[in-house]
T-cell receptor
C-alpha cells in the first residue's frame, strides 16, 4: 500500500511570495494528484500528472518518478490561494485504485 | 454537466439512527469512490465501486457501513446505528477510467448528536 508524506504541514507567507509544497510517496505510481480544499469546502482537482511538469495559471506541478517525489509551486501568491493543498496517489500504485492522501499543507497567504 | 452531486450537504442524525448518503457521478463516469474526512484528519479511502459491483472495500469499517452502486440511480453509502465517531465529511469522487483523473463532489457533512 502506498504511503504519502507531505511537507510542510503548515505554511504562512506574504502575498507575492513563491510557494513550494513537497510530496513523497513509497510505491511507484501511474499518476499523482494535487488537490485543493478550502475550509469547510469541497475538493478541487488541480493536477493529475505522471511525468514532467504541468502549469495552470500561477500553479506549477512537477514530478520525478525515479525519486518518487512531486512539488506544487504557486507563483505570485495571493490571499485567495489560502487553502489546504493535498497530494494523493493510487492506493496500490496503479490501475483505477482509490487514492491515498497526504495529510495536507495548510497554506495561509497574508496580504 | 452538473459534476458529481452529493446529497444531502448536511445531515444530522441521533445516535442509533441510520444515515444514507447519496452520490450521483458525472455523466459517463462508471467508477465511484467514497472517502471520509474525520475532524482535523486527512482524507481516507473507504470503498471503490463500479455499476453493481464493489471493487475494493478495504477501507470500510467492518460493521455498520455498506455501499452500493446500482444499475440505475445514485451510489449510496449507508451507515447503520450511527455513533458520535461517525461524524465526519464524506466525499464521493467519480472517474471514467484510469487515465482521466477524478472529480470530487462537495461532500456530505454528517453530524451525530
Amino acid at each position: 500500500k502506498n504511503e504519502v508524506e507531505q511537507s510542510p504541514q503548515n505554511l504562512t507567507a506574504q502575498e507575492g511570495e513563491f510557494i513550494t509544497i513537497n510530496c513523497s510517496y513509497s510505491v511507484g505510481i501511474s499518476a499523482l494528484h494535487w488537490l485543493q480544499q478550502h475550509p469547510g469546502g469541497g475538493i478541487v482537482s488541480l493536477f493529475m500528472l505522471s511525468s514532467g511538469k504541468k502549469k495552470h495559471g500561477r500553479l506549477i506541478a512537477t514530478i520525478n518518478i525515479q525519486e518518487k517525489h512531486s512539488s506544487l509551486h504557486i507563483t505570485a501568491s495571493h490571499p485567495r490561494d489560502s487553502a489546504v493543498y493535498i497530494c494523493a496517489v493510487p492506493n496500490s500504485g496503479g490501475g483505477a485504485d482509490g487514492l491515498t492522501f497526504g495529510k495536507g499543507t495548510h497554506l495561509i497567504i497574508q496580504p | 454537466n452538473a459534476g458529481v452531486m452529493q446529497n444531502p450537504r448536511h445531515l444530522v442524525r441521533r445516535r442509533g439512527q441510520e444515515a444514507r448518503l447519496r452520490c450521483s457521478p458525472m455523466k459517463g463516469h462508471s467508477h465511484v469512490y467514497w472517502y471520509r474526512q474525520l475532524p482535523e484528519e486527512g482524507l481516507k479511502f473507504m470503498v471503490y465501486l463500479q455499476k453493481e459491483n464493489i471493487i475494493d472495500e478495504s477501507g470500510m469499517p467492518k460493521e455498520r457501513f455498506s455501499a452500493e452502486f446500482p444499475k440505475e440511480g445514485p451510489s449510496i453509502l449507508r451507515i447503520q446505528q450511527v455513533v458520535r465517531g461517525d461524524s465526519a465529511a464524506y466525499f464521493c469522487a467519480s472517474s471514467q477510467g484510469v487515465a482521466y483523473g477524478y472529480t470530487f463532489g462537495s461532500g456530505t457533512r454528517l453530524t451525530v448528536v
